[in-house]
């Protein structure tokens, strides 16, 4: 899944290093990740990759080294609703349904064109579970709720962490084709993950982390 070489970067990581109390968790590294690309996040237990999520979210800061988006400084304004972020904790509010979820994150962060709440939920093979409240819904179908979200809004980046837990192989296919019609469209994909992943198409980028 990666674009040529002369793609657009959207992110660009240029000597970037965290601290943790005084003790270098990563870094530094370099990386740019373009329109097209899916970029697995590599490392040991510890190495910061869900740290290197947050700092991509903009939820943590760096110590050294520089972040771009688009060319332009990294910063909440430059990236404002150009990043999108699913982690351990999906986000989803559990007295609503999987629909009425959808609608807060539109009324937040927009439509992508051509999508809808209802599509996007069938899309994830949530058909017929639209409207139960999400605290009645499977692990996996409060994940297959949470990847919902990732279409509907028209976020160019996608932060994955650990995008395959609670998944049946089913929901694990779901996930690898949900990243090539993302990267298909232009956009991009960094993504973490403690087992083996298996793409379609072209290896990932790959980012390794270390101290």
Wanted: no cysteine.
């Amino acid at each position: 899944m990666r674009a040529a070489e002369s793609a657009n970067v959207l992110i660009e990581a240029r000597a970037l290093t965290y601290s943790r109390q005084d003790e270098v968790v990563f870094g530094p590294i370099d990386f740019a990740i373009h329109a097209g690309d899916i970029a697995l996040i590599e490392g040991d237990n510890g190495s910061g990759k869900t740290t290197l999520m947050r700092i991509l979210t903009g939820m943590l800061h760096t110590d050294e080294g520089e972040l771009i988006f688009e060319g332009a400084p990294y910063t909440r304004d430059t990236t404002a609703g150009a990043i999108v972020f699913l982690g351990h904790h999906l986000g989803l509010k559990l007295d609503l349904s999987a629909r009425e979820n959808l609608h807060v994150a539109e009324g937040l962060y927009g439509r992508r064109d051509g999508a809808d709440p209802l599509g996007v939920l069938t899309s994830v093979g949530l058909a017929g579970y639209e409207d139960e409240p999400v605290q009645r819904l499977s692990a996996g179908q409060k994940k297959r709720a949470a990847l919902a979200r990732l279409l509907l809004v028209p976020a160019r980046v996608w932060l994955l962490d650990e995008p395959y837990a609670n998944l049946d192989r089913d929901g694990i296919a779901l996930v690898n084709r949900l990243l090539g019609e993302h990267a298909a469209r232009g956009g991009a994909a960094l993504v973490t993950s403690h087992g083996a992943v298996s793409f379609a198409g072209d290896e990932p980028r790959r980012i390794r982390l270390h101290a």
